[in-house]
């Protein structure tokens, strides 16, 4: 199913994505974690890869309601080198939801 989410205020369409949640064992505590695949093409690589290597996130995906803020939990590519006209790549993104001690 394509699902919209928003990373800060920049939208990807993204599929295969799921909400699941990981526990804080420092603090106990239950924390949302996102998961999704998206394709990225050349034109759009600098500035996506710009943007995650940031690792401070506002995530929304409106169609479920959700709106944390979140860093990178995994992170995989099916390429590393989209410089070249009319590449695309797969990613695979996992975003965690900020703790206060993270």
Not at 68 to 79: G, K, L, M, N, V
Not at 88 to 100: I, N, P, R, T, Y
């Amino acid at each position: 199913m394509n699902q919209k989410v928003i990373i800060n205020n920049r939208t990807i369409n993204v599929d295969n994505f799921y909400v699941d949640t990981v526990i804080n064992k420092s603090r106990g505590k239950e924390l949302l974690k996102v998961g999704f695949d998206f394709k990225v093409n050349s034109s759009d690589y600098h500035e996506i890869t710009t943007l995650l290597y940031a690792n401070d996130f506002h995530v929304k995906v409106p169609e479920k309601n959700l709106e944390f803020p979140a860093t990178i939990y995994s992170y995989s590519t099916s390429i590393t080198n989209l410089y070249e006209d009319g590449a695309v790549g797969d990613f695979a993104l996992e975003l965690k939801e900020k703790s206060e001690l993270n």
